[in-house]
């Protein structure tokens, strides 16, 4: 079993703790037929791929991609980067990934956490690889945030700040699917063509139906895929894993 990152450093009065859905990405990304699926698709000697998580919180994720990046993609010359709202965030992730990569010779190359809103900080086309946890619990409304108004680093937050932060590492809105659908729309942008998504949703995210939207809004040559679960509870996965790509020419 490949080790899980540290993150005692991480004050999760501001960040979102690992939890369920954040080892279930990690025992996904690191499964047989998920390595085997990133070795046969990014084999060298194509271009070293960009690995992309979006709202990394404490960095437990990409961090395992960086540390991990020659066992999950046969290579270590990967590409990882972070991107999320919070500034706390970003400099727990960055701290996160410098603990997990620590000496390992198979580690890949980080680049380190932009503060931004989802995608808005890559080029078109820059993600190979885009891993997304995304708030997906069901909410009445999304917490309001602006840029300006996030907490910047080293000054005094409030409790409210706090709880604003904390609001945006889960709450999704309406079928907990508001900023999902948001990440999904823009795929076609964000993916290379030789791109692959992992979105991780929860039952009452209605994981079926947003897989067939999927397909029905990004059109020819897509497909998506359940590639990780959680188990079942009243027969019903409680979070899935699902995987989105193009089929290559």
């Known amino acids: 079993m490949l080790p899980t990152p540290d993150t005692s450093h991480v004050s999760y009065e501001r960040v979102y703790e690992p939890a369920e859905d954040s080892f279930l990405l990690l025992d996904t990304l690191s499964s047989s037929s998920e390595t085997a699926f990133?070795?046969?698709?990014?084999?060298?000697?194509?271009?070293?791929?960009?690995?992309?998580?979006?709202?990394?919180?404490?960095?437990?994720?990409?961090?395992?991609?960086?540390?991990?990046?020659?066992?999950?993609f046969g290579r270590a010359d990967i590409l990882t980067l972070a991107v999320d709202v919070s500034a706390h965030a970003c400099a727990a992730t960055n701290e996160t990934v410098r603990r997990a990569s620590g000496q390992n010779q198979n580690r890949g190359s980080y680049l380190g956490a932009a503060q931004g809103d989802l995608g808005s900080p890559?080029?078109?086309?820059?993600?190979?690889?885009?891993?997304?946890?995304?708030?997906?619990?069901?909410?009445?409304?999304?917490?309001?945030?602006?840029?300006?108004?996030?907490?910047?680093?080293?000054?005094?937050t409030s409790f409210d700040d706090d709880s604003r932060l904390l609001a945006l590492t889960y709450a999704g809105g309406r079928d907990g699917m508001e900023t999902t659908e948001r990440l999904l729309g823009a795929l076609p942008r964000l993916l290379s063509p030789r791109?692959?998504?992992?979105?991780?949703?929860?039952?009452?995210?209605?994981?079926?139906?947003?897989?067939?939207?999927?397909?029905?809004?990004?059109?020819?040559?897509?497909?998506?895929?359940?590639?990780?679960?959680?188990?079942?509870?009243?027969?019903?996965?409680?979070l899935q894993?699902?995987?989105?790509?193009?089929?290559?020419?």
């Open 241 to 249: 894993i699902v995987r989105i790509w193009r089929e290559e020419d």
């Open 38 to 72: 990133l070795q046969h698709r990014f084999a060298a000697p194509s271009p070293c791929p960009l690995v992309v998580e979006i709202g990394p919180g404490s960095g437990v994720v990409i961090g395992f991609v960086d540390a991990q990046a020659g066992a999950l």
């Open 195 to 238: 791109g692959c998504a992992y979105v991780l949703l929860c039952a009452q995210n209605r994981p079926e139906e947003v897989k067939g939207r999927v397909l029905s809004g990004l059109g020819g040559g897509w497909r998506v895929e359940t590639v990780g679960s959680s188990g079942k509870k009243a027969g019903w996965e409680r």
């Open 122 to 156: 890559l080029a078109g086309g820059a993600a190979d690889v885009l891993v997304f946890n995304p708030p997906y619990v069901p909410t009445a409304e999304l917490p309001a945030w602006t840029a300006e108004a996030m907490p910047r680093l080293g000054a005094p």
